[in-house]
């Protein structure tokens, strides 16, 4: 029962990708296609408003909701395996028409080929769970 907040944030999110149509395959077709702004408009946004969050993070102004302090952990950038895992990213989301988070919103709006999308996407995870003891990071 404590959870229901986050399922409810969660159902409003998935209502919040579909009417500003991020889920659409159509947009995301236009975007790799540099035929329309929407998406890099929505993209620029996610971004800017997790630069926002993380500097609130880092100064120590945000709390979890049980009250605890966010510590953010500092990463060693590597411009080759960002590259890397930034080709992989773009080419799993060119080939299915969608990314990681619609693909939920768009089972639950009934579009039952996602199915084979969330599969493989699940398939690889495992694998890399498996692997990433053995491949450089």
């Given at each position: ?51 926002i ?8 102004l ?13 990463k ?62």
């Amino acid at each position: 029962m404590k959870y229901i907040k986050f399922f409810i944030i969660g159902i409003l999110f998935g209502i919040v990708m579909s009417k500003a149509e991020i889920i659409s395959w159509y947009r995301i077709y236009e975007m790799f296609k540099f035929q329309s702004f929407h998406m890099y408009g929505i993209i620029g946004s996610a971004v800017m408003l997790g630069m926002i969050s993380m500097f609130f993070f880092r100064k120590k102004l945000v709390k979890t909701f049980e009250g605890n302090e966010i510590h953010v952990k500092p990463k060693k950038l590597g411009m080759y395996r960002n590259l890397l895992g930034g080709i992989l990213f773009g080419l799993g989301w060119a080939l299915a028409g969608a990314c990681p988070g619609p693909m939920f919103v768009l089972v639950g709006k009934g579009v039952v080929s996602i199915l084979v999308v969330i599969f493989g996407a699940t398939l690889g995870a495992f694998l890399y769970g498996l692997s990433k003891d053995k491949i450089p990071h």
